[in-house]
C-alpha cells in the first residue's frame, strides 16, 4: 500500500520551507494508475533509496539521482517504479526556488558532495532512521547550518503569495 507521511519545520526557516513528506510508493500500484503526479509547482529537494527509478517527462526517459532538486518538469510526467521507491522531501517556498533550482532548461538537477557539502552522508542516513520525527529531525540540523537570506524581491514575492493563498486564488491581475 502507497504511504505518505507530511511533517512540517519547526526548526528552520518557514520563509524558505514548506513541509517535509515521505512515504513508499509501489509500482504495481501506481503503473496502473499512470503514475502521473498531481503537481503543486513547488519545487522540492528529494531523497530517494531505490536506485532503478525514473522520470518520463515529455516523452523521454531519464534516471534520477538519490538526492536531486525536482524542479520545473513538462506535465504530464510520471515515475517509472519498478518494485517501490522510498523517498523523503523538502518542500521549497514558491519564492525561495532559485536558492535550489537555478536551471530553467534542466527540470532535475543532482545534488552531490561537490555541489552541496553532506548531501550523499544525510541521504544515506535518513534512510536509517525509522520515524518522520527522527527524519525531520535530522533534515533540519542539516539546514540549519546553511543561511538562507530573504531579498527584497523574495519578500515581495512572498507577500504576494501570501495574498493569492489569502484569497484562495480568487484575484485579478489588476489588484
Known amino acids: 500500500m502507497n504511504t505518505i507521511t507530511i511533517a512540517y519545520p519547526s526548526q528552520v526557516s518557514t520563509d524558505i520551507f514548506r513541509e517535509y513528506h515521505s512515504g513508499e510508493l509501489y509500482g504495481s500500484e501506481v503503473n496502473p494508475n499512470t503514475g502521473i503526479m498531481v503537481e503543486d509547482g513547488l519545487c522540492e529537494i528529494w531523497f530517494k533509496r531505490e536506485k532503478e527509478v525514473e522520470l518520463e517527462s515529455a516523452g523521454k526517459r531519464m534516471d534520477l539521482f538519490n538526492a536531486f532538486v525536482f524542479g520545473k518538469v513538462a506535465l504530464p510526467y510520471k515515475l517509472i517504479i ?4 522510498t523517498f ?9 526556488t532559485w536558492y535550489f533550482d537555478n536551471d530553467p532548461n534542466n527540470p532535475i538537477t543532482q545534488l552531490s558532495e561537490e ?3 553532506g548531501v550523499d552522508q544525510l541521504s544515506k542516513e535518513l534512510f536509517q532512521k525509522v520515524s518522520m520525527d527522527e527524519r525531520v529531525k535530522l533534515v533540519e540540523e542539516f539546514l540549519g547550518q546553511f ?3 530573504m531579498t527584497e524581491e523574495m519578500i515581495l514575492c512572498r507577500e504576494l503569495c501570501e495574498e493569492i493563498y489569502m484569497r ?7 489588484e
Not at 518542500?91 to 525561495?96: G, L, N
Not at 484562495?168 to 489588476?174: F, I, L, Q, Y
Open 115 to 117: 555541489e552541496q557539502k
Open 82 to 85: 519498478p518494485e517501490k521507491v
Open 147 to 149: 543561511e538562507f537570506l
Open 88 to 96: 523523503f522531501a523538502i518542500k521549497i517556498q514558491p519564492w525561495a
Open 168 to 174: 484562495k486564488g480568487m484575484v485579478k491581475v489588476n
